[in-house]
């Protein structure tokens, strides 16, 4: 039987793991953080369930479903103004740069493409599991991931890069 022991050793061992992937949906720290500490929170209250079986996939699918409630309601929420918002000059990062260009790239993408992005090549995860999660077609996830690919081909933050050259032995 699982008790707080066996919840307690598996949010410490997947939580860099899923905080990482709350990064990557949410793009940012904070927002991350809550979106883990609320994905637990639920996974708690039926860990008894879930615990028996492999309980990784569940606490994902009900982080994306958690992710998907709060972008869903905050849309309501989010109003048009006339004046955009000041941005940072990205001008004094260094070192960082290319991963910060594929995180400001990854933030510009609609939130289902940068999920699928995110479940396909972050997670690593296969086109059948990832259209598991999202609740949706495999056809789906193969379409959204092309037309990802495409829209971070043309973003203007990646086209400064030049393509790493490959070395030949």
């Not at 039987?1 to 990064?23: C, I, K, N, V, W």
């Not at 079986?53 to 409630?69: E, I, S």
């Not at 949706?136 to 400064?160: E, F, H, M, W, Y």
Request: hydrophobic content about 35%; glycine content about 2%.
């Amino acid at each position: 039987m699982s008790g707080p022991t066996d919840f307690e050793e598996f949010a410490s061992t997947q939580y860099a793991a899923l905080l990482r992937t709350a990064y990557l949906l949410t793009q940012n720290r904070a927002t991350a953080e809550d979106l883990v500490q609320t994905t637990l929170a639920k996974c708690w209250l039926v860990w008894k369930r879930i615990a028996d079986r492999d309980p990784a996939p569940y606490v994902r699918r009900t982080m994306l479903n958690t992710y998907t409630a709060w972008w869903r309601r905050r849309w309501n929420s989010e109003y048009p103004t006339e004046e955009l918002p000041h941005t940072p000059d990205p001008g004094g990062h260094t070192g960082v740069e290319s991963r910060t260009d594929l995180s400001e790239a990854l933030r510009r993408l609609p939130k289902r493409m940068r999920a699928v992005v995110v479940l396909r090549f972050y997670e690593d995860l296969t086109e059948a599991e990832t259209a598991r999660l999202l609740n949706c077609s495999v056809g789906t996830v193969k379409s959204q991931t092309s037309r990802a690919l495409a829209k971070l081909r043309i973003d203007p933050s990646l086209l400064d890069h030049p393509p790493a050259k490959e070395e030949h032995a």
